[in-house]
Each structure stands twice: as structure tokens, then as C-alpha cells.
């Protein structure tokens, strides 16, 4: 039998605990039920905006961006979080829903640190969730950028397909390669580098433009970018934006056929997943051109 949403947004409003729920088998994970808790903290109303802009702007993009990806796995997970000078607990809980046609869901709950762990334990508990999250991520990084690696991108990526092709949506890849990037290793060794890989990943992942679009280095010099963006201008822009910041970056090659620093070229796809006659898999395949995972 389901629930009334008056009578849920009854119960909601009863809770103590700033609490929001999200859609997340849609674009953008809009939010579409909050509290009277929650509305108080964030300032303002946020139902329909997406999830990730709406945490970005409460808690900032680093955390935000680790927010998204345990949203992508699913997972429940535990984050703590500062928020006008008061220590909180974002929980995340992927709620169960008996009929799948009815959507996914997820909530988000701001606890309290003071209400929820005696202050003496506080500091142990935090590093366990750390600890508990660095485990989960061991499985999904790449090793030396700390970006998603290709498994972990190509589950995202098969997700977000789905969700874009029911919805009628369109998604953007963009394939970024570093120029000449042998010649650097030649150079400098494999330390330098991973270095170097290092600064041109993170340089991508700051420069992403929602905290729900995601990063990842499938292989050597390459790295990808999904954004639910569907306009092909403005991701080229973006793209374009990205190829400046790495360039920026400064970092010296005297063997670049290009410029006297790393530079990235790029590639930009905007696919209609609805209309698409490939599969997700067959995409991705295509678009990485025979790079090695």
C-alpha cells in the first residue's frame, strides 16, 4: 500500500534531523521532498533543484564531488560535514521501493555529530568512516590520478546511459589526451610522470562544472569526462576551458610538438542514447579507439 505524500510530507516535517530525498533514476538527481529542518539550514527552497548544486553549495565541491560518486554506488555512506559552524553527519541511504516503476530514491540526513557520537569518540568515529570509505574507494580509483578508473567509469557510464535513453536525454563524453606524452616520459621517467598525470587529472576534475559529473583515467595519458550536459557548443567550450587549465598547469616539455608545456588535445561526443543503435559498452569501446584499459 503506498503512503499519501501529504501524509509523508507530514511525518517529514516531525523529524528533527534536516533530511532530504532525491530522485536519483533521473538526470541530475533532482530533489523532491525536504523538511522544515533542512529548508532552515540550506536557506532556501531546493526541491527540483539537482541534488549535487544543492550540496555543493552547503558543504563545497570537494565533498560535494565524494558525495556524488556514493550516490552513483548505491552504497550508504557516512560523511562528516561543517556547516555554519556546526559538525554534522550527512548519511546517505538508498531507500528501498517495492515497485521499480515508482523510481530510485535516496536520502540524505544531516545528524547532528553532538546527538548522534559522544564527544570523546567522535574523532575515532569520523576516521572510521574515512577509513570505511577509502576501502570502498580502493576498488574504484585509478592508482595514480586518485580519478574514477575504467571499471568504476564504464558502471557509471552504463547507469547513466540508461537513465538518459528512458528519460529521452542526451549525455556528453569528452576524451581528453595529453600531446606527445611518450616523449615527456622519455624525458623525465615514470615518476615525474605520474606526477605529471597526477596535476592534468585533478586540474579535469576542478574544472568539471557539477559535482555530478564525473572523471576518470581509463589508461595512459587518457582521461574522460561525462557530463549530463546535452547542448554540443557549450561542451566544447567546456572542453575547451578544461585544455586551458592543464596548459596553465605550466608543467615544462621540451620535446612537446605543440607548445613548452603539457598541453591536451580533446574530443567531444554528445550522444542521443535513445536513438542510439550501440550499446553503452559498444560506445564507450568506440569512443576510447583501442586504448587499453
Same mark, same amino acid.
Not at 605543440?258 to 568506440?286: K, P, Q
Given at each position: 500500500?503506498?503512503?499519501?505524500?501529504?501524509?509523508?510530507?507530514?511525518?517529514?516535517?516531525? +523529524?528533527?534531523?534536516?533530511?532530504?530525498?532525491?530522485?536519483?533514476?533521473? /538526470?541530475?538527481?533532482?530533489?523532491?521532498?525536504?523538511?522544515?529542518?533542512?529548508?532552515?539550514?540550506?536557506?532556501?527552497?531546493?526541491?527540483?533543484? /539537482?541534488?549535487?548544486?544543492?550540496?555543493?553549495?552547503?558543504?563545497?565541491?570537494?565533498?560535494?564531488?565524494?558525495?556524488?560518486?556514493?550516490?552513483?554506488?548505491?552504497?550508504?555512506?557516512?560523511? /562528516?560535514?561543517?556547516?555554519?559552524?556546526?559538525?554534522?553527519?550527512?548519511?546517505?541511504?538508498?531507500?528501498?521501493?517495492?515497485?521499480?516503476?515508482?523510481?530510485? #530514491?535516496?536520502?540524505?540526513?544531516?545528524?547532528?555529530?553532538?546527538?548522534?557520537?559522544?564527544?570523546?569518540?567522535?574523532?575515532?568515529?569520523?576516521?572510521?568512516?574515512?577509513?570505511?570509505?577509502?576501502?570502498?574507494?580502493?576498488?574504484?580509483? &585509478?592508482?595514480?590520478?586518485?580519478?574514477?578508473?575504467?571499471?568504476?567509469?564504464?558502471?557509471?557510464?552504463?547507469?547513466?546511459?540508461?537513465?538518459?535513453?528512458?528519460?529521452?536525454?542526451?549525455?556528453?563524453?569528452?576524451?581528453?589526451?595529453?600531446? &606527445?606524452?611518450?616523449?615527456?616520459? &622519455?624525458? #623525465?621517467?615514470?615518476?615525474?610522470?605520474?606526477?605529471?598525470?597526477?596535476?592534468?587529472?585533478?586540474?579535469?576534475?576542478?574544472?568539471?562544472?557539477?559535482?555530478?559529473?564525473?572523471?576518470?583515467?581509463?589508461?595512459?595519458?587518457?582521461?574522460?569526462?561525462?557530463?549530463?550536459?546535452?547542448?554540443?557548443?557549450?561542451?566544447?567550450?567546456?572542453?575547451?576551458?578544461?585544455?586551458?587549465? +592543464?596548459?596553465?598547469?605550466?608543467?615544462?616539455?621540451?620535446?612537446?610538438?605543440?607548445?613548452?608545456?603539457?598541453?591536451?588535445?580533446?574530443?567531444?561526443?554528445?550522444? &542521443?542514447?535513445?536513438?542510439?543503435?550501440?550499446?553503452?559498452?559498444?560506445?564507450?569501446?568506440?569512443?576510447?579507439?583501442?586504448?587499453?584499459?
Amino acid at each position: 500500500m503506498s503512503v499519501d505524500r501529504n501524509v509523508l510530507e507530514q511525518v517529514l516535517a516531525e +523529524v528533527a534531523d534536516p533530511l532530504l530525498v532525491v530522485r536519483t533514476d533521473q /538526470p541530475d538527481w533532482p530533489v523532491v521532498l525536504t523538511n522544515a529542518a533542512f529548508t532552515r539550514i540550506a536557506k532556501q527552497e531546493t526541491v527540483g533543484q /539537482p541534488f549535487a548544486d544543492v550540496v555543493e553549495a552547503l558543504i563545497g565541491r570537494e565533498l560535494a564531488l565524494e558525495v556524488s560518486e556514493s550516490v552513483r554506488s548505491r552504497q550508504e555512506t557516512s560523511f /562528516p560535514a561543517e556547516l555554519h559552524n556546526r559538525e554534522y553527519l550527512l548519511v546517505l541511504k538508498p531507500l528501498e521501493v517495492a515497485n521499480v516503476e515508482a523510481g530510485h #530514491f535516496c536520502a540524505a540526513f544531516w545528524r547532528s555529530s553532538a546527538g548522534t557520537v559522544a564527544a570523546d569518540g567522535a574523532d575515532l568515529h569520523h576516521a572510521l568512516l574515512k577509513a570505511k570509505r577509502r576501502i570502498r574507494d580502493l576498488s574504484r580509483d &585509478d592508482l595514480v590520478t586518485g580519478l574514477l578508473n575504467a571499471r568504476a567509469f564504464r558502471e557509471i557510464f552504463e547507469h547513466d546511459w540508461a537513465v538518459a535513453a528512458r528519460e529521452k536525454s542526451r549525455l556528453s563524453v569528452v576524451k581528453f589526451v595529453l600531446d &606527445d606524452f611518450q616523449a615527456y616520459v &622519455d624525458v #623525465f621517467g615514470r615518476h615525474a610522470s605520474d606526477s605529471c598525470l597526477r596535476r592534468a587529472g585533478q586540474a579535469i576534475r576542478r574544472s568539471l562544472r557539477r559535482a555530478s559529473d564525473v572523471v576518470s583515467r581509463p589508461s595512459g595519458a587518457c582521461f574522460l569526462a561525462l557530463s549530463h550536459a546535452s547542448e554540443e557548443e557549450g561542451v566544447r567550450e567546456f572542453a575547451a576551458r578544461i585544455a586551458t587549465a +592543464v596548459r596553465e598547469l605550466g608543467v615544462h616539455h621540451p620535446r612537446s610538438t605543440t607548445s613548452r608545456f603539457v598541453t591536451v588535445s580533446y574530443e567531444v561526443v554528445v550522444a &542521443d542514447a535513445a536513438n542510439e543503435s550501440r550499446s553503452a559498452g559498444r560506445f564507450l569501446d568506440e569512443l576510447l579507439g583501442g586504448i587499453a584499459e
